[in-house]
C-alpha cells in the first residue's frame, strides 16, 4: 500500500525543530508583552470577500495564490493567506476598534498556493502585530522600535537592514500612478512579462520587480517621493526623526510598495543577505482605510508580520541558536530491577523542586547497558542511577556524561542541591 506523505509545501515540525520555534516564539512573545501587546486568535478560514475587498481582487494572492473553495451551503471560504484583514474583520465584529486603542498580536499559520522553495511554503507561518487608532508617526516608530529590540535579543540585528518608504495617501498615490503607467507604457516593449502584466492591473508591482532590465529602466521612471502630499510627507519625515533619535539605522527605498492594497504612508521591510532571494524576514506599514474598507468606521491603523519559517533559517544561517532551544532532558533516570515506583517517586520529586530542569525517566524496561546508551544518547547531562541497593539506602548513583567526573553516590535528600549547581 502506498504511504500517505505532507502535502507538497505544507512541512512537518519535527521534534528536532521545535525547540527552536518555541524559543523563538517565546521571545517574541516577551518582547510584545514589554510593549503591553495582546494575543488575539482568529480562525484560518474566512469568506472569501474579506480577502477580496482589503488585498485587492488584481493582487497577485488573490488572483493566484488563494485556497479558495466553495463548503457545503455553497458559499465561497477561503484559507487565510495572511492576518491583517482577519484582524480587522475579528475586532470590528466585536466592538474593539471605534474610539478605542489596540494594541494586539497573533501567531499562527497561513497558505499561499505558490510554488515551494527555501523560506516559501503553502503552509507558512507569521507573528503578526496590529496597532489601531493612533495616527501619528510615532506609533509607527514604535512598531519599528519594537522589531528592533526582537532582533537584538535574538543575535540577528546585524544580519538585517530596515528599508522604509511613504506611499502617501491614495489620492496623491492615484496621481503617481497615472504618471508611472505613462511613463512605462511609452516603453512597455522594454518590460519582463510579468511586469506588461501588471502594468494594466497594479503597476507599483512594477517598482519591486526582480528583473535587472525592468529596473534599469525604472531608474528614469517618476519617482513616488515627489507625489506625496504635504500630510504624508510630514508624517514621514517626523517618523524618520524619531527612529533617528532612537538610534534605529535605515535605508529610505523609493521603490518600495508592499504587495497589498491596503497600505497608505508609511511602508517598511527588514531585509537580510544571509537567505538568498527569500531576504524579507519582516514587513509592514500603516492602513488607515482598511477598517472603513471592510464596513467600520475610519480608524488609523498601522502594523507588520514577520515569518517565523524565515526567522529560523537565519538564527541557523547565523549560527545564534541558544542552548535555550535545546529540548534535550538534563537528567535521565535509570532504574534498574524493581524499582518503578520509587523511580516514579524520585522523578516527580526532582520535577516540583527542580522546575526549571527536564527530567526523563527510562520507561519501558531493559538492562542497564541498554537504557544506559539511552541516557548518553537523549543528550542529558547527568545520568541517574537507581537500584534496589539504592533505594534501600535512600541514595542515588550521579554519572556525569559530558565531563570527566567521576561517578558519586549521593542521598536523596542532597540530589537536588548537587543537581542546581550543574
Not at 83 to 108: D, F, I, P, S
Not at 131 to 152: N, S, Y
Not at 182 to 194: H, M, P, W
Request: aromatic share 8%; hydrophobic share 40%.
Amino acid at each position: 500500500m502506498k504511504k500517505i506523505q505532507a502535502i507538497r509545501g505544507m512541512n512537518d515540525l519535527l521534534p528536532a525543530q521545535s525547540g527552536l520555534w518555541q524559543y523563538l516564539e517565546n521571545t517574541v512573545s516577551d518582547v510584545l508583552r514589554r510593549y503591553a501587546y495582546q494575543e488575539i486568535r482568529f480562525p484560518v478560514l474566512e469568506q472569501t470577500e474579506l480577502f477580496k475587498r482589503s488585498i485587492g481582487e488584481v493582487t497577485d494572492i488573490v488572483e493566484k495564490e488563494m485556497y479558495t473553495f466553495l463548503d457545503r451551503n455553497e458559499e465561497s471560504v477561503t484559507l487565510r493567506p495572511e492576518g491583517t484583514a482577519c484582524c480587522v474583520r475579528a475586532c470590528e465584529e466585536h466592538g474593539l476598534l471605534y474610539n478605542q486603542v489596540q494594541k494586539l498580536w497573533y501567531m499562527g499559520p497561513m497558505f499561499r498556493y505558490e510554488k515551494p522553495q527555501k523560506g516559501r511554503l503553502r503552509q507558512f507561518h507569521q507573528i503578526g502585530i496590529e496597532a489601531f487608532g493612533m495616527q501619528g508617526p510615532d506609533i509607527d516608530a514604535e512598531v519599528i522600535i519594537l522589531t528592533h529590540r526582537l532582533w537584538k535579543e535574538l543575535g540577528v540585528a546585524d544580519a538585517v537592514t530596515l528599508q522604509l518608504n511613504s506611499l502617501g495617501t491614495p489620492e496623491a498615490r492615484a496621481t503617481y500612478r497615472e504618471a508611472l503607467v505613462q511613463f512605462l507604457s511609452a516603453r512597455k516593449e522594454q518590460l519582463d512579462e510579468d511586469s506588461q502584466r501588471r502594468l494594466g492591473s497594479n503597476p507599483l508591482r512594477i517598482l519591486d520587480s526582480k528583473n535587472a532590465a525592468t529596473q534599469a529602466l525604472l531608474a528614469e521612471a517618476p519617482r513616488l517621493s515627489d507625489y506625496l502630499d504635504d500630510e504624508s510627507r510630514a508624517h514621514f519625515e517626523s517618523l524618520c526623526l524619531l527612529l533617528d533619535a532612537a538610534g534605529v539605522t535605515y535605508e529610505i527605498n523609493t521603490r518600495l510598495v508592499r504587495g497589498l492594497d491596503y497600505y497608505s504612508k508609511t511602508v517598511f521591510e527588514w531585509v537580510t543577505d544571509k537567505l538568498g532571494a527569500q531576504g524579507t524576514v519582516c514587513a509592514g506599514g500603516r492602513y488607515d482605510g482598511l477598517v472603513e474598507q471592510l464596513g467600520g468606521r475610519p480608524t488609523p491603523a498601522v502594523g507588520c508580520a514577520m515569518g517565523v519559517e524565515r526567522l529560523v533559517l537565519l538564527l541557523e544561517a547565523l549560527n545564534v541558536v541558544p542552548d535555550a532551544a535545546s529540548q534535550t532532558p538534563d537528567v535521565y533516570i535509570v532504574a534498574v530491577g524493581e524499582v518503578g515506583a520509587a523511580a516514579l517517586a524520585l522523578a516527580e520529586t526532582l520535577r516540583d523542586e527542580l522546575p526549571f530542569m527536564a527530567v526523563q525517566l527510562n520507561c519501558g524496561g531493559g538492562s542497564f547497558k541498554s537504557q544506559f546508551k539511552k541516557a548518553d544518547k537523549s543528550g542529558a547531562s547527568v545520568a541517574l542511577i537507581l537500584g534496589e541497593d539504592e533505594v534501600a539506602a535512600r541514595t542515588v548513583a550521579v554519572k556525569y556524561l559530558r565531563d570527566g567526573r567521576e561517578q558519586e553516590t549521593i542521598a536523596w535528600a542532597a540530589l537536588s542541591d548537587l543537581l542546581k549547581a550543574l
